[in-house]
């Protein structure tokens, strides 16, 4: 615990044989939970948990969640509806399977995929055992040994101090990032936190790849966990859930950690299409369901006439160019119509950009 508040920590792990048992014995002792998501490995990552869990005793009483039951009124209708949609939830997650024998009072819980789903299906699965225990901090960290659990509280104290819903690490702000951080994977990760910036609303964040994080049990009450992106685009997509749910967020500056024997499963080159596929379709998805459905906003129109405005310019711009090419010549009012509805679209999206950094200024801590 912390300042009287559980932690529980999230391990998704696939093929991490070698090193979870390095992460599960550097855990620090403050945390309550250690819930590690075996997303169907191969190789011997279930038996090295659980031959770890036979080691470890069950949880401290101190430790333990406290459920209090309070009599239903006809006022709670809201609530019990949303409990038991909660609990039909488990019905949308990959089939799983809780391998502890008494998973209440372990302080490590084992749960297996039936088969593989992913990254974000393995954070998601997680999350939900948090959700349902009622957590009231629940961090992520890989099982590959990748993040230094002497900055895990670091990532939990603005959530515990309901500083932020949610909290980030950020390694790009960390002054040996380019020294210690492959070329490759920082130029990608810039490239993505760019566009996650215009896709989430949360302008001013960056490094939008890392999986160390921190969430608070309202953000996990605010979001639909079972749809949460199953693939390394999770951490994106998560950032628009919480955008859309009005959720505040944090980041705070993490060391880059590579070369300790870690093997990373993602290909940059193949994964930065999907995901900017997955934020295109999220930008919208976040612009009509807060901006329209929820809270009205002018952005919401001037976003779209922007768009509507530039569709309507290329035309025009692909007249202009076939007639420079044949080399003849252009119509004053072809080039008139093409100037005015470029200038008209790029000022409507710098308006709508504007507002919309404006309106998120709220959601950063």
Not at 12 to 38: C, K, W
Not at 147 to 161: F, G, K, Q, S, Y
Request: with cysteine; charged share 20%; glycine share 4%.
């Amino acid at each position: 615990m912390l300042l009287s508040k559980t932690i529980a920590v999230v391990i998704p792990a696939y093929n991490e044989e070698q090193q979870i048992s390095h992460v599960l014995e550097t855990m620090p002792g403050f945390v309550d939970r250690i819930i590690v998501v075996n997303d169907c490995s191969s190789d011997d990552t279930a038996s090295v948990v659980l031959d770890y869990i036979k080691k470890q005793g069950p949880v401290s009483p101190h430790n333990a969640e406290l459920e209090t039951q309070t009599e239903k009124t006809k006022y709670d209708r809201a609530e019990i509806i949303l409990e038991e949609l909660n609990k039909r939830d488990l019905d949308h997650f990959i089939p799983s399977v809780v391998a502890n024998k008494n998973p209440e009072s372990d302080r490590i819980v084992l749960i297996n995929h039936e088969k593989n789903g992913g990254v974000g299906a393995a954070i998601a699965r997680g999350y939900k055992w948090c959700l349902d225990h009622k957590m009231d901090c629940t961090a992520v960290m890989a099982g590959d040994g990748q993040m230094d659990p002497a900055e895990l509280e670091t990532i939990c104290r603005p959530v515990i101090e309901d500083e932020a819903h949610y909290v980030k690490g950020n390694r790009l702000i960390h002054r040996s990032a380019w020294h210690v951080m492959p070329a490759e994977r920082y130029i990608g990760n810039s490239t993505l936190s760019i566009l996650t910036k215009i896709a989430s609303g949360y302008w001013h964040v960056s490094d939008t790849q890392t999986g160390y994080t921190a969430i608070s049990l309202k953000a996990l009450q605010a979001i639909k966990i079972h749809r949460i992106y199953r693939g390394y685009g999770m951490p994106n997509d998560l950032l628009v859930k919480l955008n859309i749910g009005f959720c505040t967020i944090k980041e705070v500056s993490i060391k880059p950690v590579y070369n300790i024997g870690e093997k990373s499963k993602m290909n940059v080159v193949k994964v930065i299409p999907s995901i900017a596929w997955l934020l295109f379709k999220s930008f919208f998805k976040r612009l009509w369901i807060k901006y329209l459905f929820k809270d009205f906003h002018p952005l919401f129109l001037l976003y779209h006439f922007a768009f509507m405005l530039g569709i309507i310019t290329v035309p025009y711009m692909v007249k202009i160019a076939r007639i420079v090419i044949s080399g003849e010549t252009v119509n004053p009012l072809t080039v008139l119509a093409f100037i005015f509805l470029f200038i008209s679209s790029f000022q409507s999206l710098l308006f709508a950009m504007w507002m919309d950094i404006q309106d998120n200024e709220r959601l950063y801590r």
